[in-house]
């Protein structure tokens, strides 16, 4: 789990700790876990307990309670568990609750598009706006579009299945529809038509298309964020010792993680390390870097596919 691999990671034969506080060990925090992956424009964020807004940077771990703001032109792209969120210009959106089975968000104004790629028997999924709540309920692509004033929010289903609360009745948005929530009031309205999808959620699509055919996932799971990163930086080698390895491309021969970035202290799991590269999220919180006769030192997870979670 990621707590686990934050506080092991082994390179040239020295153990790096995460240096987890004690009150984060007290408490057990979730296995599940955010990060910031793509970035355009001005895009600020405010981690929990805090009170400055600050830019927000590459592979910046996300928990309950962080929020995000967007200006207008940036935009941005964050992973939760095996979820993709794509956040549209001029959005707010908080994180109300990461945990290991539950992901709730609320969308303050603007838009968000999520590509839900796995939801257990008992995982919610939920998206809080200021006319009623959504539940997603399978699999697929949904979009979420509110107001600046946030008077009125449409549900659109791409692909999928969803649940819309608004007080205490509950509308079924099927695949392939929009519903249209206005505030202060009992009844939804149907959308005459489904959203269209705009320059933002096109690009948000694309970058989840690609990630979807990522060969990596014959070798790690979905779970374990920032896999998606790692066919277009480097490649998988067998090794007789470590089985699949996975190596950084374009770098140079002397290279060596721990160079090119920095700790931060970061709730619920105390010092974390925050790499610059594109790729430097999955590598550094699961993994085990080792070196391999001379050249780039080579990122593996032991057992499975399946035990990197």
């Given at each position: 789990?990621f ?13 790096l ?54 200006d207008?032109?940036?935009?941005a ?8 969120v ?22 303050g ?30 699999i ?13 929010a ?32 009992a009844?939804?309205i149907?959308a ?59 770098v ?15 709730e ?24 391999d ?7 593996r997870?032991?057992?499975?596919r399946?035990d990197?979670?």
């Open positions: 789990m707590r686990h691999r934050l506080a092991v990671i082994v390179f040239s034969a020295a153990v700790c995460g240096c987890q506080s004690a009150s984060s060990q007290a408490n057990d925090p979730p296995a599940r876990v955010g990060r910031v992956s793509a970035v355009t424009g001005a895009v600020s964020f405010l981690p929990v307990g805090e009170n400055d807004w600050s830019a927000a940077s590459l592979n910046y771990p996300l928990t309950t309670g962080d929020a995000l703001w967007s207008a032109g940036a935009r792209e964050i992973h939760i568990g095996a979820s993709t794509s956040i549209a210009p001029s959005t707010s959106l908080a994180l109300d609750a990461i945990e290991d089975s539950l992901v709730q968000l609320r969308v104004q603007g838009a968000i598009h999520i590509r839900l790629r796995e939801l257990g028997p008992y995982d919610s999924y939920e998206i809080d706006t200021p006319s009623g709540t959504v539940v997603l309920q399978a697929g692509e949904y979009r979420i579009d509110v107001t600046p004033d946030g008077r009125r449409i549900v659109t289903v791409r692909d999928g299945d969803a649940d819309v609360y608004v007080g205490d009745q509950t509308y079924r948005v099927p695949s392939g529809s929009s519903l249209t929530l206005i505030g202060g009031t009844q939804p149907a005459s038509q489904v959203v269209a999808p705009d320059s933002w959620e096109s690009w948000a699509r694309s970058r989840d298309q690609q990630e979807d055919a990522v060969a990596s996932t014959r070798y790690v799971s979905r779970d374990m964020v920032g896999y998606e990163d790692l066919d277009q930086y480097g490649d998988w080698q067998a090794d007789a010792t470590y089985g699949a390895v996975w190596y950084p491309r374009s140079q021969a002397d290279w060596a993680p721990y160079r090119s970035g920095r700790w931060e202290s970061v619920p799991w105390g010092w974390t390390w925050i790499d610059d590269n594109p790729w430097g999220f999955a590598p550094f919180h699961y993994g085990r870097w080792s070196h006769r001379g050249r780039p030192a080579g990122a997870w032991p057992g499975d399946h990197t979670g």
